[in-house]
């Protein structure tokens, strides 16, 4: 009786452990909302002393200082025409570089048309957030610009909850190995083993995606498309209405040359033909010629 007594209680400090987790998790969200929505007025009544100056300045340290405390993913592509791509790929390499960057992946592939040949291309370049409009006109200026857009993406919100997340089950996991500590039946500790577990992978998964979305914040993206342009086709030269400008020896190799190419074309055409002469011919002229000799014969 007193085993099934304690295992009903494990049970329920189990669910009231997750219930007090969810709420926990609301109840910080709201503090942080409070907090927020708390400084407002104070701010509001130091605007007030400061006066009309004041205020205007207050304002806008004010916006800088929470534009700063937002947490923004910066992308950019841009697409350019360059006159060598090789050259223009080391150049964005080497700034990037300068800029504390790297180059997080590279394509390229060669074309051909006839015996000419263009490249076309793409780098993806990471640099440091504060450089990342620094690198932006460095692309824009390794040719010409065919087209190109940036983007921001703003995971405050996501990074706050991702904390506020992280907190509560980091205080569940305590929870839980306190317990796992005082149980004594086998099946208590496994039940208090699994919740367990299951609380570690949650953390270790919203760790591995705060960690992820820092690194983009802190590390901008710049996608660069490098083209060559493409030849021309070229015009093949024609030599109609000059053949009097061709040489004598140029001359009768040719003639030589189309003569050859008759005689072989009327061999060919002997080759195709002389089996058809012996299957249908020769009994042709066999039968005409019995024909002509039976009307001699018979005149």
């Not at 990471?126 to 995971?155: C, H, I, M, W």
């Not at 190995?177 to 039946?185: H, I, M, V, W």
């Not at 490098?226 to 003639?255: D, I, K, M, Q, Y």
């Amino acid at each position: 009786m007193a085993r099934e007594t304690r295992r009903l209680l494990l049970a329920a400090t189990l669910a009231l452990l997750v219930v007090v987790a969810g709420c926990s998790g609301g109840a910080d969200n709201d503090a942080q909302q409070a907090t927020v929505a708390g400084d407002q007025p104070e701010d509001a009544s130091a605007d007030e002393r400061a006066g009309d100056g004041g205020d205007a300045e207050f304002q806008g340290q004010s916006a800088d200082y929470q534009a700063n405390q937002r947490e923004v993913i910066r992308t950019g592509t841009v697409s350019v025409r360059v006159e060598s791509y090789d050259d223009a790929r080391r150049n964005l390499t080497r700034a990037t570089r300068e800029l504390g960057g790297y180059v997080a992946d590279s394509s390229e592939q060669v074309h051909s048309r006839g015996n000419r040949t263009w490249t076309t291309g793409k780098v993806v370049l990471r640099v440091p957030k504060e450089n990342f409009s620094a690198l932006l006109s460095q692309a824009k200026g390794a040719g010409v610009v065919q087209e190109a857009s940036t983007n921001q993406q703003d995971v405050t919100d996501k990074l706050v909850d991702i904390d506020a997340r992280l907190s509560n089950l980091r205080a569940q996991r305590d929870r839980l190995r306190d317990l796992y500590e005082q149980a004594n039946d086998t099946e208590d500790v496994l039940a208090v083993q699994e919740r367990l577990s299951e609380v570690q992978s949650e953390i270790e998964q919203l760790e591995a995606q705060r960690k992820s979305l820092r690194q983009r914040v802190a590390y901008s993206t710049i996608t660069v498309e490098l083209n060559e342009p493409r030849p021309e086709r070229e015009v093949p030269e024609t030599t109609e209405g000059n053949w009097h400008e061709t040489g004598l020896l140029s001359a009768f190799t040719a003639s030589v040359h189309g003569v050859v190419v008759v005689l072989r074309s009327l061999a060919v055409a002997g080759a195709f033909g002389l089996p058809y002469v012996l299957a249908f011919g020769v009994p042709l002229v066999g039968g005409y010629a019995f024909w002509r000799r039976r009307n001699g014969s018979d005149s």
